[in-house]
């Protein structure tokens, strides 16, 4: 049973979020909580006893309208305290952010990958390229439990099948080090270049992060990643192909080739050819 309180944030552990709290969106909360007020309280549990002389509340949901609080100077807030364990508080933080579709892409696949492995510790490995639970059923859902919301539904939430399987690939497979390094670059907000990053090895994901640590361009990074091509000496590759279209021409082209550059056709032709073909050789 869920239970409405006014609660003083000095009571209140915050913890670290899955999402960290952008403090430009928590400013924007602030000056709506002092036009407004507060519409809707943060969601808490309350610490577990065995942990003394912790704060009495651990936060499950809210972390920008606590920094919202923060920044406006208020020291509390309203409050919904529900039980929950420490897994089943993650796994409501997940959902209730997923929901709010304010998730960038690069915060989605984390939140996707995070509420795998708490649904797995519950109910078992999936198995691997699989989207599937151990009954065969598709899995892991964020929705309730024999809801099916409708297509057009999960579409405008950004929670399709596709777009969780999507999300669930760049979840698993894009380095922790590259995750951070990608934040505030263009790929944080761009899901087909955090899939083609996903693709790549580790060894050149790490190159990336690196690369972007120095200078966050990522097209950039990826540049560095191209084997050089070599020099080509374009004078050569030219004659190379005049002296192909030569040997593949009839003798009315050649004579009519050899007119059109001024050369008389019966002179000195074998020798003429003769030369450009060595010349070719040796370039």
Same mark, same amino acid.
């Given at each position: 049973?869920?239970e ?5 944030? @000095? ?10 709290v ?14 407004? !007020?507060?519409i ?10 065995? %942990? ?21 100077g208020?020291?509390?807030?309203? *409050? ?5 364990? !420490?897994?089943?508080a ?7 952010n997923?929901?709010? %579709?304010?998730l ?20 078992? @490995?999936?198995?691997? %390229?699989s ?7 598709? *899995?892991?859902?964020?929705?309730? %439990? !024999?809801? +099916? ?8 939430l ?16 894009l ?9 505030g ?5 761009d ?12 060894d050149?994901?790490?190159?990336? *992060?690196?690369?972007? @640590? ?5 097209k ?7 084997? +050089? @091509? ?16 030569w ?24 020798d ?5 073909k ?6």
């Open positions: 049973m869920a409405l309180i006014r609660l003083k944030l @000095k009571d209140l552990f915050r913890g670290e979020r899955l999402r960290p952008d403090m430009d969106v928590a400013a924007a909360i602030g000056a709506s909580f002092e036009e407004r !007020g507060q809707s309280p943060i969601t808490v549990r309350r610490t577990p006893a065995k %942990n003394k002389g912790a704060t009495p509340f651990t936060l499950i949901v809210g972390g920008h309208r606590c920094a919202a609080a923060d920044i406006i208020w020291e509390e807030l309203d *409050a919904l305290v529900v039980q929950a364990d !420490g897994a089943e993650q796994m409501m933080e997940i959902a209730e997923l929901y709010r %579709n304010e960038s892409a690069l915060d989605r696949a984390i939140f996707v990958l995070k509420y795998r492995e708490l649904w797995e510790d519950q109910h078992g @490995k999936i198995e691997k %390229n989207d599937r639970d151990p009954k065969g059923h598709y *899995a892991p859902s964020v929705f309730s %439990n !024999g809801r +099916e919301l409708a297509k057009s539904v999960q579409e405008r950004g929670f399709s099948p596709d777009k969780y399987k999507r999300a669930n690939r760049i979840g698993q497979n380095h922790p080090i590259l995750r951070a390094a990608v934040r670059t263009e790929a944080e907000t899901q087909s270049k955090l899939l083609k990053l996903a693709k790549l090895p580790a050149d994901q790490l190159r990336i *992060a690196a690369a972007l @640590k120095e200078k966050p361009d990522l950039l990074a990826l540049s560095w990643l191209k084997p +050089e @091509k070599p020099a080509v000496d374009l004078q050569a590759a030219l004659l190379n192909k005049l002296i192909a279209a040997d593949g021409a009839s003798e009315q082209t050649r004579h009519e080739f050899l007119v059109h550059i001024g050369v008389e056709p019966d002179t000195g032709l074998a003429l050819m003769g030369e450009i060595r010349e070719g050789k040796a370039a």
